[in-house]
């Protein structure tokens, strides 16, 4: 396999996050005692530097068709990485620890895509079963009905129409009830309407007409008299916004 070296470099020191960092004791292939070295483990790539603060890696070990098991050594919480070929070098490896052996030997064993394959199988095959129980249970079971919610059940009551109610236009409008009445509902008078056709006509329910306008009420503005009409007041009040927007811009 050729990699390219800069490319490579890059990749050990850029700013993706890594899956496991730490000091390791390495044993070299010539010099065979065991150096102290900062590995970096990225996907299935280990790289390792000499010092934590190096700025290019020393190495990288390429973590595909590998085993990761343990292995006498003088030194103790050892474990080497071994490749399938006759030829391959055999790296040994140090943790200051058991229990950093034991995550490092973790870690590199779930590093290579061929058991990232064998783990996406596994999670289709758990997925294709949970999806066929599922389907015979509902071909079992008929699906419930759901029931008005207690929103829509108070609303249902809310709207329904007392007896005293009269009718204009053939829709049927209710006396507000005595709390409306009295103004505890923020002072709004509020009318509880129903669609009723009369028998003598053919053309369907309508939709409610505007609620009769109270006797002596206005619509006029009472800032601004003469303006009952929308447009009217609309205009003034857009006057009222351009004057200050102009003042606005003359205190820039």
Known sequence: MKLNERSVAHYA??????????????????????????FVLKGNM?????????????????LEGCTVELCESAEEFA??????????????????????MESWVKALSRA?????????????????????????????????????????KGLQDEVQLPSDSSKENGVAWSKPPAAWSN??????????????????NNHGARAPPVPPRRRGASLESPV??????????????????????TQWLQSQ
């Open 112 to 152: 290579s895509f061929d058991y990232m394959r064998l783990v996406v199988k596994e999670l289709e095959r758990q997925l294709e079963e949970i999806q066929g129980a599922g389907a015979g249970g509902l071909q079992g079971s008929a699906p419930p009905t759901a029931g008005p919610s207690p929103a829509q």
């Open 46 to 62: 280990l790289f390792y530097f000499e010092e934590r603060d190096a700025r290019e890696p020393v190495g990288v070990i390429v």
């Open 183 to 200: 103004g505890s509902a923020d002072g709004a008078s509020c009318v509880a309407w129903e669609a009723c056709t009369d028998p003598g």
């Open 79 to 100: 474990f080497a990485v071994k490749f399938d070929c006759a030829k391959a070098r055999v790296y040994k490896m140090a943790a200051e620890s058991q229990a950093a």
């Open 13 to 38: 020191t850029c700013d993706s996050p890594p899956d496991k960092t730490g000091f390791l004791f390495k044993k070299g292939e010539r010099n065979t005692a065991y150096h102290r070295r900062w």
């Open 224 to 245: 601004s008299p003469g303006t009952g009409c929308f447009s009217k007041l609309h205009d003034w009040y857009g006057r009222e916004v351009e004057e200050l927007r």
